[in-house]
């Protein structure tokens, strides 16, 4: 697998595409253990649908997570998951933008408010197929749904407000598990979008990871080459240290609140800790000290 570049191409079973079937696999892991926390009931069949054999063992409970997949994975998607369903239903907006939506399934499953139109934003093909996956499930949007197949690396605004968005209406955007995904530069034009797209009132939700410290890029392509190791010995190449962007970037909370949004957050350890779910500890990853954080843009 080669590594990240301008122009690359992906599906759901290649490349960055594969971290969403990946995430997906882990949500049915966990909705299976603790619906009370999670309860993404289109996870599994979705995984199913995309084909990548261990992956979709494992959603469905047929092999056991092993060394695949840390119990402690498990928990993160909890709250996480959680996070994120319950930032929507608190921002309680008729206008929600979910950026890069992968295998997302949020548009059929939360009591959205009446009225809601929810936008996934991804590439032609990732929405193409879940779309025609859930149709063939009987799976019915339960707010008013509309794909906008663009890539972050284009004119995306653009192609939302060609789908109906309206930038003078408050609105709730996502940005679930991507920023590591982009280059520093791409990371800071998204945020500034997002900021510039949104109307007094809107909410955004995201991850901002801490700071590196030094060696912890080479502790991160160790750690994640470890991970992709257990993967090839179950005939799934997924290079995940490759997938990822390195280097300096803004933190994207305090980032967030340069932009003039008021933020607050959690960390994943704060969060397991509060639903009495087992510690991270001092991961080499540092994913423990990764906030979770949701903003407002005030009202003047």
Do not use: C
Not at 62 to 79: F, H, M, R
Request: no cysteine; charged share 25%.
């Amino acid at each position: 697998m080669t590594a990240r570049h301008d122009g690359d191409t992906w599906d759901l079973a290649s490349s960055v595409g594969a971290t969403a079937t990946m995430a997906a696999a882990v949500r049915a892991m966990a909705t299976r253990a603790d619906p009370s926390l999670i309860d993404d009931r289109f996870a599994e069949p979705l995984v199913r649908a995309v084909g990548v054999d261990v992956l979709t063992r494992l959603a469905s409970g047929e092999a056991v997570p092993g060394d695949l997949v840390e119990q402690v994975w498990i928990d993160v998607a909890k709250v996480r998951t959680k996070f994120y369903d319950e930032f929507f239903a608190e921002a309680g907006l008729t206008q929600a933008v979910i950026l890069a939506a992968g295998l997302d399934s949020r548009a059929y499953r939360l009591p959205w408010p009446a009225g809601t139109v929810v936008y996934e934003l991804d590439r032609p093909q990732v929405l193409e197929f879940k779309t025609r996956t859930l149709a063939g499930l009987g799976a019915e949007p339960t707010a008013d749904r509309r794909v906008v197949a663009a890539d972050l690396r284009e004119d995306w605004p653009a192609a939302l407000r060609a789908a109906g968005f309206d930038p003078a209406r408050p609105t709730a955007w996502s940005a679930e598990g991507l920023l590591g995904y982009l280059p520093p530069e791409a990371q800071d034009r998204l945020l500034d979008t997002i900021t510039e797209l949104s109307a007094p009132g809107s909410r955004v939700a995201t991850e901002s990871r801490p700071n590196q410290r030094p060696g912890d890029e080479e502790k991160t392509r160790e750690g994640l080459n470890r991970i992709s190791g257990r993967w090839r010995e179950e005939s799934f190449d997924t290079d995940m240290a490759r997938l990822r962007y390195y280097g300096e970037r803004h933190e994207a909370g305090p980032y967030l609140a340069g932009l003039g949004w008021v933020v607050q957050g959690e960390t994943v350890r704060a969060l397991l800790a509060a639903h009495g779910l087992a510690s991270l500890g001092d991961d080499d990853l540092r994913t423990g000290d990764v906030r979770y954080v949701s903003g407002v843009l005030p009202r003047s």
